[in-house]
């Protein structure tokens, strides 16, 4: 009887810690860990929610990038910090629904290691190729590769642009060498330098170079079209079947205080339903995308680890490390 009585003190004592945490969380400053370079798509929108968040929550945001290994340096960090509000990650379809098929061994592991928040939004990638390609069409840029076999390359600096490609790359029977790459912004560099001649960019980042017209935008992966980028078709109408987009959500470690949990994914949807928030997240060509409940978004995710699966498989890419 004394072992249950000093268990269910114990268990009141950590209750009572809690309701403590969450009535006075955040007391200090939060970091967001963003897994990609400063410039990417992924940071632009961070910094966009985090300032909003920042002002509703009256502690300051530090936007924290993390880049590395296909968004896992980033993931893995937030997957290994305390559970106590204070680190939080802007988590994305690489890292939380490719990666898993992406690799043989993944550092982290997407559900168990980390603390639904709120999903927050997505964002169409553009195919666009270098201006020395004749093509102004998907099915010509598909005719010209035909002909040119070998001889053409396209950036891969995350999973989406790379699971794209290659997903492209087969549908189209084609005979063209991806390039992995550590960040979009070096990604775009090269392709307008003639490096490499195609790029699944997000268009977030890219859109200053598609509207500067200093590289040819061909097709939208989202089987609509993009009201950004009027006349550029979706890629499906050359082969049907094409849909691909990426979203963007906010995590935790895991075991992070569901008070906590509950408290941040309020303020998120609270953020995201803001007229000059939406305003600011069109601006960067990002449409917002908020769950209902941190529990949606755990299923969201488990979702689309599946759907991301399917699509690694059927572009025939073989996971990293694997024997």
């Known amino acids: 009887m004394k072992h249950f009585a000093r268990m269910a003190t114990a268990v ?14 955040p007391s200090r400053p939060i970091t967001i860990v963003v897994p990609f370079a ?12 985090g300032k909003r968040l920042s002002e509703r929550l009256n502690q300051p945001i530090v936007v924290e990038n993390r880049a590395g290994a296909n968004a896992q340096v980033g993931a893995q960090y937030v997957a290994q910090a305390k559970p106590d509000g204070y680190t939080l990650l802007m988590a994305t379809n690489t890292s939380h629904a ?22 927050v939004a997505q964002c169409p990638f553009a195919l666009a190729v270098n201006l020395d390609v004749p093509a102004k069409t998907v099915k010509e840029f598909i005719e010209y590769a035909k002909a040119n076999p070998g001889r053409l390359s396209y950036a891969t600096p995350n999973s989406t642009s790379q699971v794209a490609s290659e997903t492209f790359r087969t549908m189209a029977n084609l ?26 960019a997000d268009v977030s980042s890219g859109m200053s170079m598609f ?21 550029v078709p979706p890629i499906s109408e050359t082969l049907p079947g094409f849909n691909l987009t990426s979203w963007h959500g906010l995590l935790g470690p895991a075991k992070l205080p569901a008070d906590v949990v509950r408290k941040l994914s309020a303020e998120v949807s609270s953020v995201l339903a803001e007229a000059e928030v939406q305003t600011a997240i069109a601006q960067i060509n990002y449409k917002p995308w908020p769950t209902q409940s941190p529990e949606e978004f755990g299923n969201f995710i488990r979702e689309q680890i599946v759907y991301w699966n399917g699509l690694v498989k059927r572009a025939n890419i073989k996971p990293e490390g694997e024997q």
Do not use: C, H, W
Request: overall charge positive; proline content about 5%; aromatic content about 8%.
């Open 175 to 200: 005979n063209i060498t991806g390039i992995p790459y550590k960040s979009s912004p070096q990604a775009m560099i090269d392709l307008m330098r003639g490096d490499v001649q195609m790029y699944i």
């Open 98 to 119: 490719a990666n898993s098929s992406l690799y043989a061994k993944l550092r982290y592991d997407p559900v168990n290691d980390f603390s639904p928040i709120a999903r």
């Open 211 to 231: 509207k500067a017209g200093k590289v040819r935008v061909l097709g939208m992966t989202t089987s609509e079209a993009f009201a950004q980028l009027p006349g």
């Open 38 to 49: 400063a410039g990417s798509a992924t940071d632009a929108l961070t910094r966009v929610i």
């Open 12 to 25: 009141a004592a950590f209750s009572v810690a809690v309701a403590a945490i969450a009535e006075t969380y």
